[in-house]
T-cell receptor, first 114, second 112 residues
């Protein structure tokens, strides 16, 4: 089983719908992140959390919210999805003890907003 | 200007050749630099990290960092078709683990 698991892996939805992407990890890392990837734009940070009580905005947080339910769980929500949120979303974890900047990524959640 | 710039490619090299991937960054206080490899349809994986000026070698991979020129590169010696992937350059301030800025990635194709 993957150390960082994302659900769903693929989702097609309509404009205005609420969507939640879930991430769970078995690595025991405190730090968790949500990135989105668009062709030609690389990975961009949406939100990150360094522990259960810590939530921080990244580069592109508008239109998104997150919840850190436990050390192992970090969810990303789109309250009212719009077409330009169509992208590949990655959850990632890190632990400075394993090397600063080493991110462990989930398999990705491909979201299409029609 | 993007904070981290890479040529998007595709970069095509013959099998056995040296592939050279380049990255420039704009934030002078950046202190940590990483190369991630992403196969098509897969998630990125870390292949190299470098923190000091100079070269760092790991097998067929060499990372080179020049902070004065704000430039980091990745050399892949004896390129193999299995090296065909997109290579993402990532830059971050020291001890801000995970708050990385990624380039757009360079697609590498190694032809047999």
């Amino acid at each position: 089983d993957a150390d960082v698991t994302q659900t769903p892996r693929n989702r097609i939805t309509k404009t205005g719908k609420r969507i939640m992407l879930e991430c769970s990890q078995t690595k025991g890392h405190d730090r968790m992140y949500w990135y989105r990837q668009d062709p030609g734009l690389g990975l961009r940070l949406i939100y990150y959390s360094f522990d259960v009580k810590d939530i921080n905005k990244g580069e592109i947080s508008d239109g998104y919210s997150v919840s850190r339910q436990a050390q192992a769980k970090f969810s990303l929500s789109l309250e009212s999805a719009i077409p330009n949120q169509t992208a590949l979303y990655f959850c990632a974890t890190s632990d400075p003890a394993w090397g600063i900047g080493e991110l462990f990524f989930g398999e990705g959640s491909r979201l299409t907003v029609l | 200007q993007k904070e981290v710039e890479q040529n998007s490619g595709p970069l095509s090299v013959p099998e056995g050749a040296i592939a050279s991937l380049n990255c420039t960054y704009s934030d002078r206080v950046s202190q940590s630099f990483f190369w991630y490899r992403q196969y098509s349809g897969k998630s990125p994986e870390l292949i190299m990290s470098i923190y000091s000026n100079g070269d760092k070698e790991d097998g067929r991979f060499t990372a080179q960092l020049n902070k004065a020129s704000q430039y980091v590169s990745l050399l892949i010696r004896d390129s193999q078709p299995s090296d065909s992937a997109t290579y993402l350059c990532a830059v971050g301030p020291y001890n801000q683990g995970g708050k990385l800025i990624f380039g757009q990635g360079t697609e590498l194709s190694v032809k047999p």
